[in-house]
């Protein structure tokens, strides 16, 4: 079950008790592991967004599904009910640091002595590369996107490389605000 997790460098803590069931969990209040990782922190405007969704299940008159993560927004798909589209956006310009993750499991305890296993990887981060004025874009069943070019830390001039496997409407907003209309494949937009 955490194999994914572990596959794509995602920090988790996975926690299985075998003697509880969900309605016994929550009639005693276990959240403490969980808890422990609500500390109020908030990452604003991250370099690197994935943000893949189901477009059939988006009904704004509903005000239900996703159309925004961060500096990208207005995510529009026409992929089949039952597909998802995925935005993969990195800004150069705001560069994570590097990486180290770290793998860890053992046995794990309720407060009240309810007995468990754990499973977690953790992160070490190390250096921040230097920044550079790009980003990109990989688009899977995307058809139109908004990036916003301050909140991504791209000034004048900066490069945005789009792959896309479908025509795309790229339109960006703060300096160098524009609409782009691309065909399928590898193009460059300067800011």
């Known amino acids: 079950m955490t ?8 920090r988790y803590r996975y926690e299985v008790y ?32 994935t943000l893949t969704w189901y477009p059939d299940l988006t009904v704004p008159k509903w005000g239900i599904g996703t159309n925004a993560a961060w ?6 798909s026409d992929a089949p009910a039952g597909s998802n589209a995925t935005v993969d956006a990195v800004s150069h310009a705001k560069p994570d640091p590097v990486v180290t993750t770290h793998e860890d499991a053992g046995p794990a305890a309720l ?3 309810t007995p468990g296993v754990y499973r977690q990887q953790t992160w070490t981060t190390g250096a921040r590369p230097a920044a550079q004025n790009s ?28 792959h896309s496997d479908r025509d795309v409407t790229v339109t960006l907003s703060g300096p160098g605000a524009r609409s782009v ?6 193009h460059t937009i300067t800011v």
């Open 3 to 10: 194999e994914q997790f572990d596959s794509l460098g995602m």
């Open 18 to 49: 075998p003697n509880e069931d969900h309605l016994v969990w929550l009639n005693q209040d276990n959240l403490t592991t969980a808890a422990n990782y609500l500390d109020g922190t908030v990452q604003a405007d991250p370099g690197h967004i």
């Open 71 to 76: 500096w990208i927004s207005g995510v529009a």
């Open 111 to 113: 407060a009240d002595g």
């Open 135 to 162: 980003a990109d874009l990989t688009l899977t069943a995307v058809k139109a996107l908004t990036v916003d070019t301050a909140r991504a830390g791209l000034t004048s001039g900066a490069v945005i490389n789009v």
């Open 181 to 186: 209309h691309l065909a399928a494949g590898d």
